[in-house]
Structure formats: structure tokens, C-alpha cells
């Protein structure tokens, strides 16, 4: 029984190193073909609109109920303390900017476009199309990940900045038909308090959840054996990883951006 | 030419090639029989260098296939080949005459704008004709293997490697496709390997019959004398019979599993 658990484990530690070495493998690859130069805009250009353009609606709505239910919460508390609903912007889009936005925004584009991806290629690749690229004279690399590591770089920021103004929006609406907030006071009590590097702080975390995301979908799609069950796998393992990791590495990233005093 | 001497291949701790030695003269089809797991598919997928050989080497007019380094060297190597993918693999998102002008933009310098006639011409050699802009999806099963063969044919390759190009057919679509290879084969001129398990269809593309069998190569012979093989693996293959060495061995497997499971019943 003791020999069968060290073999279990033994056998874990060497598959987690042999993911952990394909996943290398993988971004150090990215990254080469990258500095090649030879991107393939059009397939970038196209995962730009289903990443970014087809996921704005639904982070949109997440960050304006995100928004608004801090403005109840923020009203609420502020008012049970201090009588009145005080700071209610400021909250709102100090919560936002800073991290809601960014780590909301990376956990639905990864729920929505990171599991699509995984299943595209998952299926790809159990049928045999990514094998088809190499002897069509492609990388998958160059043809498959690049092309939606970049499109995620590109669109994740921009879409957290949407979701910035969108929740602040959905806060403003609370503030004003729940807590009578004129819109001069809910505006000023952000613009007094915030400056540039908080909004930079937020901005800057989403380009690594853009990567981990990308990547950890893409890893995941490539890697993946053994049928429809595989396809399944691979893509609640990108989704599950993604979220997790945007998490662990949203902590990290903080630590290191307050350390360069962009907090 | 292509030269495989001693080709080995493991994945983890199962050997599927034990050291294949087999030649393939230009212009001759190869068509290589054997049981499913025998390694014919790995052996194609070496050969083409989508898996890269444990021993042993692959050499295909002189290029040895584990020594290509740079991209240009590896492109111009997959130029000389077309690949028949035993379910297709065509690719869902883009359509028939995309699929079939994929690899033109990569292995060749022909203008972008001469990529629709081709697909036509392609889809003419296979014997289809206006299904330029339907999705794979909308294809039947044997509509699929000729867009694929149209794709495997379309950068003009010195050897076309088919991987089952008849399973999952019905008999008629299998001599179709049959037919189709060896119109090929006189047409373009090209060198092949073709697996399948197809004894019809193998008998009629054949130059000659290589038998796999656990990793090694049993018999290659013209097919007249494969039909008469007094080999007994070979025999109970082109004959299609259960019982044989082939059967035996399965029993053997059969046999061990059984008394490695009785201990842990006992033990249980």
C-alpha cells in the first residue's frame, strides 16, 4: 500500500514536471516566433473580435452590477457609520480600478474566451488538425497561439478599462437613485482621490492575466488527448488553472507594482 | 527515395517501432498492411517527421529527416510531401477551397490570387466540382477524404503519404477511393506509402505490400506473392482469419492479464 501511495506520487511529480516543461517549451516558442516577426495579423484580427468584441458585452454587464452593488454597499455602510452616504465614488472606483475590474474582467474573458479556446484546439487537436498544420508547412505555435496570445494582450486591457467605466457608471446610478448623490459629488469624489498611477496599478495587472490566460488556454488546448472526454478535460483544467492563477498572481503582481510604489 | 533503416520509436515505456528497415523506391506505391497498434500510422508520422524517431534514421533523397534544423530546411522537406489524415483533418472553421489552398501559402511562392482556380483544378482530379465554398461540415464522409486527398495534392507533391484513406467508407466509396490513388499515381507521377487494413484496396494501389507486425516489419513483397505468403501472420492477415499466430497472441495477452489479476483477487 505505502509502495503504491510513493508510486502514485511519484508518478504525479513526474507528469506535473513534464506539463511544467511542455508549458516552458510552449512560451519560450511563443515568444521566438514572435521575434521572428512573422505574425499572422489576419488570424490575430479575428480572434480580436471573438476575444474582445464578443466578450464586451458580458463584461460590461459584470462590471455594471459590480459597480452598482458596491455603491449600495458602500451607501449602506458609510450611512449606518456616518449617518450619510459618504465617499460612495470613491469607494466604487478606487475598488474597480484598482482591482475588481482588472480580476473580474480576466475571470470572465477566461470563463468565456479562454474555455473557447481550449476546446478549439482541443478539438483540433484529437482530430488530427494541428498535426495537418505541421505537414501543411505551419507551426501551430505561430498559426494557433500567437495570434491569441496577442489578440488577449491587446484586448483584456482595453476591456478592463470598459469595465472601469462601466462599473463607475452602475455605482453613479445607485448613488443617485438610491442615496440622492448628485453627479458633481459622486465625479469629484474620484477625481480628488485618484491619480494616474492607481488607474496604472489596475492596468498593468491585466496584461499578465492576458498572458496567463492565453497561454494557460492554449497549453491546455494543444496538450489535450483522448476524444470528446479529452476536449471536456482540457477545458475545465484552462478555465479552473486560468482563475486560479489570475488570483495567486493578481497578490504577486500587487506586491511587486507597490514595491515600484505604482499603488 | 525514402530509406528508413532501423526506426525505432517509443512513447513512455511502450516501443510501438522495433527497428524498421524498409525502402521505397521512387514512384512505386507502398502500401503497408498490418493489425491495429502494429505502428504503420507512427511509422508514416516519422516519415514525415511529426514524430521524431528514437533510433534508427529516415532518409528521403538524401535528407536525413532528424537532421533538419532550420525552418527553411524543414519547410522545403515538407514540401515534398502530401498527407491524407485517416479522418481528414480538415479544418472546420474555413472552407472546401480554403482547406484545399491552406499549404500553398507556406510551401510555395504561387500568388495568392491564383488559389481559387487550383482549389478547382484539385477538386477536379478527386472528381468534385462546385463544393469550393461549402464547410467540411456539410460534406459527406467520402466527400471529406477526396477534399482531403484534393489538400494533399494541391502543393504538387513528390510522395503522397495516405493514413487509412478508405476507413469508414462503404465499399463502393472505398473502391472510389482506390480508384481515385491510382489515378493519381499515373497522373501526377508521384511516390507513395498508403496504410490501410484494405486488402481490396490495398491489391489494386499496391507496387508492393510491407506486412507490420508488433513494430517490425514481417514481408514486403509484390502483392501477387503477398496473396500467396506462406507466412502465418501474413496468411491469417490477407485472410482475414480470427484464428492464427496473430489470435494467439491476443490470447497470450489475454492469458496474462487474467493471471496478473488473479493475486489481487486473492488478495482482495
Not at chain 1, 123 to 152: H, N, S
Not at chain 2, 120 to 139: H, I, N, Q, R, T
Not at chain 2, 235 to 249: A, H, N
Request: charge should be neutral; glycine fraction near 10%; proline fraction near 3%.
Amino acid at each position: 500500500m505505502i509502495s503504491n501511495a510513493v508510486g502514485g506520487l511519484g508518478k504525479y511529480i513526474l507528469g506535473a514536471a513534464e506539463e511544467t516543461g511542455q508549458f516552458s517549451f510552449l512560451v519560450r516558442s511563443t515568444f521566438g516566433w514572435m521575434t521572428s516577426y512573422r505574425i499572422e495579423w489576419r488570424q490575430t484580427l479575428i480572434q480580436i473580435v471573438r476575444i474582445g468584441v464578443e466578450s464586451l458585452p458580458v463584461t460590461a454587464m459584470t462590471a455594471f452590477f459590480t459597480g452598482m452593488v458596491l455603491a449600495l454597499q458602500t451607501g449602506a455602510s458609510s450611512k449606518h457609520f456616518f449617518n450619510e452616504p459618504l465617499f460612495v465614488g470613491t469607494v466604487v472606483a478606487f475598488s474597480l480600478v484598482m482591482e475588481l475590474a482588472p480580476v473580474m474582467t480576466a475571470i470572465v474573458v477566461a470563463g468565456r474566451a479562454g474555455a473557447a479556446i481550449a476546446a478549439e484546439l482541443g478539438t483540433m487537436k484529437v482530430t488530427d488538425q494541428i498535426d495537418a498544420l505541421y505537414t501543411l508547412g505551419t507551426d501551430p505555435i505561430r498559426y494557433l497561439v500567437i495570434p491569441r496570445f496577442i489578440a488577449f494582450m491587446m484586448v483584456l486591457p482595453l476591456l478592463t478599462v470598459a469595465s472601469d467605466f462601466t462599473g463607475i457608471f452602475g455605482g453613479y446610478l445607485v448613488a443617485h437613485a438610491k442615496y440622492q448623490i448628485p453627479a458633481t459629488v459622486y465625479w469629484h469624489d474620484i477625481v480628488d482621490q485618484m491619480e494616474i498611477r492607481h488607474f496604472v496599478h489596475g492596468f498593468l495587472k491585466t496584461f499578465v492575466f492576458a498572458a496567463v490566460v492565453s497561454l494557460v488556454s492554449c497549453f491546455k488546448g494543444i496538450t489535450t488527448r483522448g476524444g470528446a472526454e479529452g476536449v471536456g478535460k482540457s477545458t475545465t483544467a484552462a478555465v479552473v488553472i486560468s482563475m486560479v492563477l489570475i488570483l495567486v498572481l493578481d497578490y504577486f503582481a500587487t506586491a511587486v507594482l507597490n514595491a515600484f510604489g505604482i499603488t | 527515395m525514402i530509406d528508413a533503416e532501423g526506426v525505432i520509436k517509443r512513447f513512455g515505456p511502450r516501443t510501438i517501432l522495433r527497428g524498421i528497415d524498409l525502402r521505397v523506391e521512387t514512384g512505386e506505391t507502398l502500401v503497408i498492411i498490418g493489425g491495429s497498434g502494429c505502428g504503420k500510422s507512427t511509422f508514416l508520422k516519422c516519415v514525415i517527421g511529426l514524430h521524431h524517431p528514437d533510433g534508427g534514421k529516415i532518409v528521403v533523397d538524401g535528407i536525413e529527416v532528424a537532421k533538419l534544423k532550420t525552418e527553411a530546411e524543414i519547410a522545403d522537406y515538407r514540401r515534398r510531401f502530401g498527407y491524407l489524415f485517416q479522418e481528414g483533418a480538415l479544418f472546420d472553421s474555413m472552407t472546401v477551397w480554403e482547406n484545399i489552398t491552406f499549404g500553398l501559402r507556406y510551401l510555395t511562392d504561387i500568388p495568392s490570387g491564383k488559389y481559387r482556380g487550383i482549389a478547382s483544378d484539385c477538386l477536379a482530379l478527386v472528381g468534385l466540382k462546385d463544393v469550393e465554398d461549402f464547410k467540411p461540415s456539410e460534406l459527406s464522409g467520402g466527400m471529406k477524404k477526396r477534399v482531403a486527398l484534393a489538400r494533399a495534392i494541391a502543393a504538387q507533391p513528390s510522395y503522397i503519404l495516405y493514413d487509412e484513406p478508405t476507413t469508414g467508407l462503404d465499399p463502393i466509396m472505398t473502391d472510389v477511393i482506390a480508384d481515385l490513388i491510382l489515378d493519381l499515381q499515373k497522373q501526377l507521377k508521384v511516390t507513395a506509402i498508403m496504410v490501410t487494413h484494405d486488402m481490396k484496396a490495398a491489391y489494386k494501389v499496391a507496387s508492393r505490400i510491407a506486412m507490420f507486425h508488433e513494430g517490425k516489419v514481417l514481408q514486403v513483397a509484390h502483392p501477387d506473392i503477398i496473396k500467396i505468403s506462406d507466412n502465418p501472420y501474413v496468411r491469417q492477415f490477407v485472410d482475414g482469419k480470427s484464428e492464427g499466430p496473430i489470435k494467439m497472441k491476443l490470447k497470450e495477452f489475454e492469458a496474462e492479464t487474467a493471471s496478473n489479476a488473479q493475486p489481487d483477487k486473492e488478495g482482495s
